[in-house]
């Protein structure tokens, strides 16, 4: 039997099946509870308990099923090799810099696809939770990295790294990774944010090194948006447009390059 004939859990397919049965579970409780409240004026669907159970329900029973399939040591399904701490730094400002950077396309495609007013108010749900910004910074620095993490920087690229090239795996997990999101508007920052993470699993072999980079994104993201009025004072906002593209580039180039020095894997003696 040739190696190109030997299929590893999850391919292609496989990956899609779980990333599609992760969602219906999440459909199959949210749709009644939706149409519950919109005819009997419930709020059911935001409840504290029902998200909490819903999220490690539906996360618990994927992981299971991912694990039953794969058939390979947690260990191996979730690589988690020590890395260099320095490099926490340039991925930091590398997100930062890109985001300000995929804001221009953003403009772009909100020209040609703009968002209607529902779109914002569910975005904005994202970030708002009933414990206030401890609750949103629970939420989406802390569980959302960990658990989107486990499932296509683990799951799904440990299957996909041994079925196809290390680019295709790279690829697919980021597309996958940005489609999971159901959400044109978000999908060129998503989509960046995959293939980065991909890489830095690529190279390091670290699942904590992903958890900590997903977890400074969405960082960024919770504090632009909460203190916007702020930041949108300081030297940076209040300089022109080009010079804050011009700066974010090079910031953006200075910081891959660090990136891909500190993410080097150390040879060992004798091998």
């Known amino acids: 039997m040739s190696k190109q004939q030997i299929k590893y859990y999850p391919t292609i397919l496989g990956a899609i099946h779980l990333v599609v049965l992760y969602i219906f579970i999440q459909t199959i409780i949210d749709f009644p509870l939706a149409l519950l409240d919109y005819y009997n004026g ?49 991925v930091l400002f590398f997100l930062w810099a890109a985001q300000n950077l ?54 799904i690229m440990h299957g996909l790294m041994r079925n196809y ?24 920052a998503t989509f960046i944010l995959g293939l980065v993470l991909g890489i830095l699993m690529l190279r ?28 949108k004072e300081t030297v940076f906002f209040q300089s022109s447009r080009s010079n804050q593209l011009l700066i974010s580039a090079l910031i953006t180039i200075i910081s891959l390059t660090l990136i891909f020095l500190l993410s080097q894997q150390r040879k060992v003696k004798g091998n």
């Open 42 to 90: 419930t709020d059911y669907l935001y409840h504290p308990v029902k998200k909490i159970i819903l999220g490690v329900g539906s996360t618990v029973f994927i992981f299971y099923f991912a694990f039953r399939k794969a058939k390979v040591p947690l260990k191996e399904l979730f690589p988690a090799k020590s890395f260099n701490f320095l490099i926490l730094v340039p």
């Open 102 to 155: 995929i804001g221009e396309v953003n403009i772009a495609l909100n020209k040609v696809l703009p968002p209607p007013a529902w779109f914002w108010e569910l975005f904005n749900k994202i970030f708002e939770s009933d414990y206030g910004m401890y609750g949103a910074f629970l939420k989406v620095v802390i569980m959302a990295p960990v658990i989107e993490e486990l499932i296509f920087r683990g799951v």
């Open 165 to 188: 090239s290390k680019f295709t795996a790279v690829f697919i997990s980021a597309l996958m990774f940005a489609l999971w999101h159901l959400n044109p508007w978000q999908f060129p």
């Open 204 to 231: 390091t072999r670290s699942i904590y090194l992903c958890i900590i980079g997903h977890a400074i994104n969405n960082g960024l993201v919770l504090i632009s948006i909460e203190y916007w009025d702020q930041l």
